[in-house]
């Protein structure tokens, strides 16, 4: 049996040997400290005054989790063109077959895929958390450890949406071989989300029921969504805390982490049928 870590470094290594991958990733790992420029962005209106993003109170604790968590997890498309990358790369270079013979099982195949994936979800994670940190403790007004570790739980979140929807770029790289297959079929299914949401919302149309949502929610992308949330109107409310409408539950919740983590599995388990039952 080989080891995990002698897995991952096996993936890895081909990882490095790939020029667009390699890229791809230092791309995916640079893109989120336009975070930084975003906190430090001043606009100028015609020189009648100066709008400071950072000054506005958007990068204090504890909303700074919230925020940085929401705008970095929109970068993790780079990422998900290196996994099924890695996927169409195993098939057109026939590497997968290859493994195969030399006493790689189908199973320790996927393990090898999923393991990279969690280390870079890792250390992406890790990356914006120091980096939250650091814009926080710059920008905040408030240094009291209690309230620095509060909206933490957002770095968890964006730990298991990188972790689930990766999962879910695997499977279609598993499914179709081919990345842009793989790729475009990810918009199908948002596509196919939102139809489906708006045929459940337009049969319930004369009842003021919760289903539609409730089953939406619980939809692959939704679910990894629903994670972090938007968090512009969380900003909103901190402005105007009197404008009660504006009020929704933006926090994570365990319920939310379970549903990502169902589909994490599914997803993981596909790919292994499939790859099992598919003659190479």
């Known amino acids: 049996m080989r080891s995990e870590l002698t897995l991952l470094k096996l993936e890895l290594q081909k990882l490095w040997l790939n020029t667009a991958s390699k890229v791809l990733i230092f791309v995916s790992f640079v893109l989120p400290f336009f975070i930084l420029l975003l906190s430090s962005f001043k606009i100028d209106f015609f020189g009648l005054f100066t709008l400071e993003l950072g000054e506005l109170g958007v990068f204090n604790f504890p909303i700074i989790w919230h925020i940085t968590t929401f705008f970095a997890a929109q970068f993790k498309f780079f990422f998900a063109i290196v ?71 957002f770095i968890a979140a964006y730990f298991f949406k990188l972790v689930g929807f990766f999962s879910l770029c695997l499977f279609f790289g598993v499914l179709f071989k081919r990345s842009a297959f793989a790729l475009g079929f990810l918009f199908v299914l948002f596509i196919g989300e939102w139809v489906t949401y708006g045929i459940m919302k337009f049969n319930f149309r004369k009842s003021e029921s919760k289903i539609p949502e409730i089953i939406q929610d619980l939809f692959p992308l939704k679910s990894m969504y629903k994670l972090i949330d938007q968090p512009f109107q969380r900003i909103l409310i901190s402005k105007f805390p009197d404008q009660t409408n504006l009020a929704y539950d933006y926090g994570v919740h365990f319920q939310e982490f379970f549903v990502v983590t169902v589909w994490t599995l599914i997803f993981l388990f596909s790919s292994y049928i499939l790859l099992k039952k598919r003659d190479l």
């Open 83 to 153: 996994v099924v990358s890695m996927i169409g790369n195993e098939y057109s270079n026939r590497t997968l077959k290859q493994n195969l013979i030399d006493g790689l099982s189908k199973q320790q195949f996927i393990r090898s895929k999923f393991y990279t994936i969690v280390f870079f979800s890792l250390i992406s994670t890790l990356l914006i958390f120091v980096l939250s940190l650091g814009i926080g403790l710059y920008y905040s007004s408030y240094d009291e450890l209690s309230i620095i570790v509060q909206g933490t739980e």
